[in-house]
């Protein structure tokens, strides 16, 4: 530690190799004040004052000054306008007080994180000649990495350097920092290894900010590496080195890997806590390990770490999404028994569980009982019931829930409007899904592609093929197309009758820069069939795999369908033959069809033996 960079060498190389690797570039404005002209500390205001007054002034002063690294460092700053006040006293008086006066001051304006303050009050100092030193300029750093700029951070390393400073560990650990921040991992990494190579050991800090950096960004595997380096250079590893790599795992359903990390982390002393416990129920929880759960929760018990509202809230999501109810309200029970308050995760989960069964009546006294133990619900909350009476054709309960948001002036999100434009729409008022999706617009929430397939969707089905059209007009003009619109509008001009139109579409795709997907062809094929136009039908499937889009199961039934129900049996036939090698089924329609065709009277002995295999 403390060894120099060798200065220009390291320059060279930082700017040279480790910039362009980071996606960074050298912004102008940041370099223009980085290379700002020093004034020189005397100053008008000091030549100004009398002479007799200097002795009692300093003493003053003085007092000031400790007064204030007091007060940084007991945390007593109370606020922004405080410190700042400090600060404007400071910067009056004569002599100017020592840099490292105002350092202290600027970090307790970072620590209350205003972060762009603490810039501007350094480019104040420089303007009135206190040179910042690296101490300041680490702050500074740190503060543009706050502010997502590390690019700027750099710059600032690039002026240490030139200024003939030395980086020191926080400096370089900071940008190591900021880099992770901004999710650039490997810009990281290969900081640390300009660090190793200029004598700098990477600390603890630097390794676990790596660490943390590596599992956001789902590099758990790397993390893993970079803690058995820790492991090799003696470092010291803490439980939360090793919960954020077990809850990685977790997330990355790598659950049994989890568990290997939680038995060495045992095995070295070192206790897991909640957070730890928590990772892994969740990752077990997901695979259904139910018995591994239970050993985990007694294991807790036995620390006596008790699972807190979380763990439940796990454990309740996970029991109602595999739709063990009973099994959820057990633990549900059991939270509140011990005297865990539910939250309004663990409400919505319960919610969302009793509603996937639609079981609306329990959902809502889940819901009612959330209101009266004094958890508010969330948009979400209101959301999943007005979707099971939208999926129940329960508009009117719906939109009584629709009211009662506004009234309590919580905002409803583009899913709560969708939820209902697509509700109005399946009870066939489609012009009233239309008077919400304006209703939106007009409240400020912007509609997503989602919303114009469901509206397009029921404006179809509702058979307003002109006010689909319309509706499309606005979305292909917008950036929001995508082609789960066109699938639903290609969809519903064929069904609608209108082929041409659908066809047209679908051939104009290309030109608007949009890839059909298996769907899409599907739709297509579908919409030709019913029109008796069969061999265009089968030359679009031909069609798919060159195209990069392999025909799936439902293509296939689809075409067999198609066929079928034009009596042309050989061409079925053909494409049946072609399904099953590819491993895939009829599905329940064909196979009675094929049943039918087999059994009926006027099926001919060509027929039994073409199709016998296939039955
Ligand atoms: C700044 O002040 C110092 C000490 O008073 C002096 O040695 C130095 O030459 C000055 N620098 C400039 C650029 O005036
Ligand atoms: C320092 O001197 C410059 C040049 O005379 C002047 O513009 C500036 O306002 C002075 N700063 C203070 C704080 O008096
Ligand atoms: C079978 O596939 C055809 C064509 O995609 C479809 O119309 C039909 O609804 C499907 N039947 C079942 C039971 O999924």
Known sequence: ??????????????????????????????????????????????SSSSRENVEIHSQNQNQFLRFVRDQCKTGNIRNLDHALGLFDRMIRMCPLPLVRDFTQLLGAIVRMRHYSVVITLIRQMESLGIAPDVYTLTIMINCFCHLNRVDFGFSVLARILKLGYQPNH?????????????????????????????????????????????????????????????????????VVLYSTIIDSLCKERLVTEALNLLSEMTSKGIQPNLVTYTSLIQGLCNFGRWREVATLLNEMTQRKIMPNVQTFSVLVDTLCKGGKLIE????????????????????????????????????????????????????????????????????????????????????????????????????????????????????????????????????????????????????????????????????????????????????????????????????????????????????????????????????????IQGLLQHNEIIKARKYLKIMVDKGYSTNATIATMLDDLLSSSQADKNIQELLQEFV
Do not use: W
């Open 170 to 238: 926080i400096t370089l650990t900071t940008l190591v920092k900021g880099l992770c921040l901004q999710g650039k991992i490997s810009g990281a990494v290969r900081l640390v290894e300009v660090m190793e190579n200029n004598g700098y050991k990477p600390d603890a800090i630097t390794c676990a900010t790596i660490i943390n950096g590596l599992c956001k960004v789902g590099e758990t595997n790397m993390a893993i590496r970079l803690l058995r380096k820790m492991e090799e250079g003696n470092f010291e590893l803490d």
């Open 1 to 46: 530690m403390g060894m120099a960079f060798k200065s220009t060498n390291s320059l060279a190389f930082l700017l040279n190799h480790l910039v362009p690797y980071c996606h960074v570039s050298l912004p102008f404005h940041a370099l223009t004040f980085c290379t700002l002209t020093y004034n020189n500390a005397t100053n008008t205001s000091c």
């Open 328 to 559: 959820a309200k057990e633990v549900f029970d059991v939270m509140i028994q011990r005297g865990i308050q539910p939250n309004t995760v663990t409400y919505n989960s319960l919610i969302d569980g009793y509603c996937l069964q639609n079981r609306i009546d329990e959902a809502v006294s889940a819901f009612n009982m959330m209101v009266e133990k004094g958890c508010s619900p969330s948009i979400f909350s209101y959301s999943i019931l007005i979707n099971v009476y939208c999926k129940n054709k329960r508009i009117d309960e719906a939109m009584c829930l629709f009211h009662e948001i506004s009234n309590k002036g919580i905002i409803p999100n583009v899913v709560t409007y969708n939820t209902l434009i697509g509700g109005f729409c399946r009870v066939g008022r489609p012009h009233i899904a239309l008077e919400l999706f304006h209703k939106m617009q007009a409240c400020g929430q912007l509609p997503n592609s989602q919303t114009y397939a469901i509206l397009l969707n029921g404006l179809c089905k509702n058979k307003q093929i002109a006010k689909a059209m319309e509706l499309f007009q606005q979305v292909e003009d917008k950036t929001l197309c995508h082609i789960v619109i066109y699938n639903v509008l290609i969809d519903g001009l064929c069904n609608a009758g209108k082929l041409m139109t659908a066809r047209q579409l679908f051939y104009c795709l290309a030109s608007k820069g949009l890839k059909p997907n298996v769907l899409t062809y599907t739709i297509m094929i579908k919409g030709l069939c019913k029109e008796g136009l069969l061999d265009e039908a089968g030359d679009l499937l031909e069609k798919m795999d060159g195209n990069g889009c392999s025909p799936n199961d439902r293509t296939y039934n689809t075409i």
